[in-house]
């Protein structure tokens, strides 16, 4: 089992940037896959950007593609979110995930932190 404590929310103007962090703990990484995901109010969860922690290509949500930068710090164990040209559609709670590489469902997620942009 994965731990995983997300931090790095706020309140943001339009147009601002924000940086999420997720710190991980319990496991090694090496074998997988760090999502970032989103639930707006009345909205389901959804996709925003992933990341092999091994290495490799990122995956982003269309909305978000040009916008959003997901990296990792293998010496810290810790998964980034960089927002940056933000809009008040990205409003929502954020929450990390992680999987296993072999599995298709995120199964370790963390407790989600907000993000607000006001227009």
């Known amino acids: 089992q994965v731990q995983l404590v997300e931090s790095g929310g706020g309140l943001v103007q339009a147009g601002g940037s924000l940086r999420l962090s997720c710190a991980a703990s319990?496991?090694?990484?090496?074998?997988?896959?760090m999502g970032w995901f989103r639930q707006a109010p009345g909205k389901e969860r959804e996709f925003v950007a992933s990341?092999?922690?091994?290495?490799?290509?990122?995956y982003y949500a269309n909305s978000v593609k040009g916008r959003f930068t997901i990296s990792r710090d293998n010496a810290k164990n810790t998964v980034y979110l960089q927002m940056n040209s933000l809009k008040p559609e990205d409003t929502a709670v954020y929450y990390c995930?992680?999987?296993?590489?072999?599995?298709?469902?995120?199964?370790?997620w963390g407790q989600g932190t907000q993000v607000t942009v006001s227009s």
């Open positions: 995930a992680a999987r296993m590489v072999d599995q298709s469902e995120y199964n370790n």
């Open positions: 319990g496991r090694t990484l090496s074998g997988y896959f």
């Open positions: 990341i092999r922690w091994s290495g490799g290509s990122a």
